[in-house]
């Protein structure tokens, strides 16, 4: 008969190697959650501003044809979604951060 001692420290990474598992498809399931409920609350927002503020260090555009201001941004997803592809346009790396102007007729044109 063979009686030998479970090795604890076995047992213990077993345990972590099962938490870590669940906590990927946890962090998985919860990231999808999120983006579902901002799909979900965008599809409910009727307002035409994007507003979205960003850190330094994002990128971003700033097209001339649209824009009333020089100071205008709009972000990579309103850049894309407009058709700004034959616009005088530039895409830039936020220094200090910003906010898209995406609808706003102050400093865009309206059928920016």
């Known amino acids: 008969m063979d009686i030998r001692k ?6 213990d990474s077993h345990a972590v190697r ?3 598992e669940r906590s990927r498809s946890c962090g998985r399931d919860a990231s ?6 901002s799909e979900l609350m965008r599809s ?3 307002h ?3 507003g979205l503020v960003w850190i330094p260090r994002v990128v971003a555009y700033r097209c001339r044809t649209c824009g009333i201001s020089p100071c205008m ?6 850049f894309h979604r407009g058709d700004h592809s034959t616009h005088d346009f530039n895409m830039f790396l936020s220094q ?4 898209c102007d995406c609808g706003d007729n102050s400093v865009m044109k309206e059928d920016g």
């Open 6 to 11: 479970a090795d604890p420290y076995e047992a």
């Open 18 to 20: 099962e938490r870590e």
């Open 32 to 37: 999808l959650s999120v983006h579902i409920a």
């Open 44 to 46: 409910y927002d009727k």
């Open 48 to 50: 035409d501003k994007c």
């Open 73 to 78: 941004s709009i972000c990579r997803e309103c």
């Open 96 to 99: 200090a951060g910003g906010a």
